[in-house]
């Protein structure tokens, strides 16, 4: 009884051995170029895999996908951010560049408008008739007074909080909600300043991948098995994202290979552009100005702001408005009178965002957050460096292989059914 016909021998690849290639050698010729495909298109899709989509597109929990990054956010920016505060960032030493007396004047103009605006609105709004019959030289003077004082209440702030930063400011807090809250932020982070990783990783493919369609050829000419095709596309689409992952990282200093070949880590190598790129990204998108104020402001120690610009603010009225104070006390009562002092401090701690602007120049300039940032990164050891981009890959790159193996497959399958057929 005759053997059942094999898969290539029902479609006439019969010939065994290296015969076949002067016969069908427009087929063998092309296997290294479908294989260099192959790792290309598969770096591309783990790399995209990687950033998008920022939210998860699919029926949860499983049928679905969400980039890597967007999906580990909170991950990813608590492992980026203990970096950051813990050998990037000093708070302390950030904030105590700046010089409380210039923070002062930088923001006196606006500052001088706040002070008469919470001082007619409390009083308007508290004793509307003692403010009108008030004389208007009285009215001028308290206004004069206090409008004295502020800049020096608020240089005092401004010592107390570079003293104790840590009180009012939870920095890591602060970068991680951010990222967080804005994952195309935290995308742009790690996707930024590993631009030329992630070409090196996607023309790594094609280079890998032609050098293992070459061995493909040569098996599948030997052994005419469909199996040859999927089996080294699912090889070439693993093992070259594999090998591409590691080349960005290891070795972290230069070796010699073979006696003549050096190699070091493309991430390792490019550290002095990677510090200027990351400070600049910092500084411009993290923390900023704007940024710090709100996290000073809304964040998880607010309450001790507020306590301080509160005591400073009622310190400043017991002080300078002894010309008005036995009128409003006597006229409003005790009680009512602190309460106006509460609601005060109230207001005026609510201007603050819009008053401190006017020193976000000198604040920029005198945090210096990127210059910071670059010298630090600079002086890293190679293991402390690496851990700036290597946890975005870690924890999840086997997903990343996995997708460019089964790719790997299942175009090595397509090349199959197109050769035999």
């Known amino acids: 009884m005759p053997r059942e016909n094999t898969r290539g021998d029902r479609y006439g690849l019969r010939v065994n051995g290296l015969a076949s290639l002067g016969e069908h050698w427009q087929v063998y010729v092309t296997m290294p170029f479908i294989a260099a495909l192959i790792g290309y298109v598969t770096k591309r899709v783990a790399i995209e895999m990687m950033f998008k989509?920022?939210?998860?597109?699919?029926?949860?929990?499983?049928?679905?996908?969400?980039?890597?990054?967007?999906?580990?956010?909170?991950?990813?920016?608590?492992?980026?951010?203990?970096?950051l505060t813990h050998n990037l960032v000093d708070p302390k030493e950030i904030f105590a560049r700046l010089d409380p007396e210039q923070?002062?004047?930088?923001?006196?103009?606006?500052?001088?408008?706040?002070?008469?605006?919470?001082?007619?609105?409390?009083m308007e709004q508290?004793?509307?008739?003692?403010?009108?019959?008030?004389?208007?030289?009285?009215?001028?003077?308290?206004?004069?007074?206090v409008q004295?004082?502020?800049?020096?209440?608020?240089?005092?702030?401004m010592r107390e909080i570079a003293d104790n930063i840590e009180d009012v400011l939870d920095l890591q807090h602060m970068v991680v909600e951010n990222l967080?809250?804005?994952k195309a932020l935290l995308n742009r982070l790690i996707r930024d300043i590993s631009r030329p990783e992630m070409r090196f990783i996607a023309k790594s493919g094609i280079f890998f991948g032609f050098v293992l369609g070459c061995v493909q050829l040569i098996i599948w000419a030997v052994t005419k098995s469909p199996i040859v095709l999927p089996l080294f596309g699912f090889l070439i689409g693993w093992l070259t994202d594999w090998l591409a992952l590691k080349?960005?990282?290891?070795?972290?200093?230069?070796?010699?290979?073979?006696?003549?070949?050096?190699?070091?880590?493309?991430f390792q190598k490019r550290r002095d552009q990677v510090a200027a790129d990351y400070g600049d990204m910092i500084a411009r998108e993290i923390i900023t100005i704007p940024n710090l104020i709100e996290a000073v402001l809304k964040g998880p120690k607010s309450d001790r702001l507020f306590q301080l610009i509160t005591r400073e603010v009622q310190k400043t009225i017991d002080q300078q408005a002894s010309i008005v104070k036995p009128f409003v006390a006597v006229a409003v009562g005790t009680r009512k009178f602190q309460e106006m002092k509460q609601t005060a401090a109230t207001?005026?701690?609510?201007?603050?965002?819009?008053?401190?602007?006017?020193?976000?120049?000198?604040?920029?300039?005198?945090?210096?957050?990127?210059?910071?940032?670059?010298?630090?990164?600079?002086?890293l050891t190679a293991l402390e460096f690496e851990q700036l981009l290597r946890p975005a890959f870690r924890q999840d790159e086997w997903k990343l292989i996995a997708v460019g193996a089964i790719i790997g497959g299942l175009v090595g399958e397509l090349q199959v059914l197109l050769l035999l057929h």
């Open 53 to 83: 989509p920022l939210e998860f597109v699919g029926i949860k929990p499983f049928l679905g996908w969400q980039g890597v990054l967007p999906a580990n956010a909170r991950r990813m920016a608590s492992t980026a951010t203990e970096m």
């Open 103 to 122: 923070v002062a004047r930088e923001i006196e103009q606006p500052l001088l408008r706040v002070v008469e605006d919470v001082t007619r609105e409390v």
């Open 126 to 145: 508290y004793q509307p008739r003692l403010w009108e019959v008030l004389p208007n030289t009285a009215q001028a003077l308290l206004l004069k007074r």
């Open 148 to 157: 004295a004082e502020a800049p020096r209440a608020i240089a005092k702030i």
């Open 180 to 182: 967080v809250r804005d």
């Open 247 to 266: 080349m960005i990282f290891l070795p972290r200093e230069p070796r010699t290979f073979f006696g003549f070949y050096t190699w070091q880590g493309v």
């Open 347 to 379: 207001k005026a701690a609510e201007r603050v965002p819009e008053t401190i602007r006017h020193a976000e120049d000198y604040a920029i300039n005198a945090l210096d957050v990127r210059n910071t940032i670059v010298d630090r990164m600079r002086r």
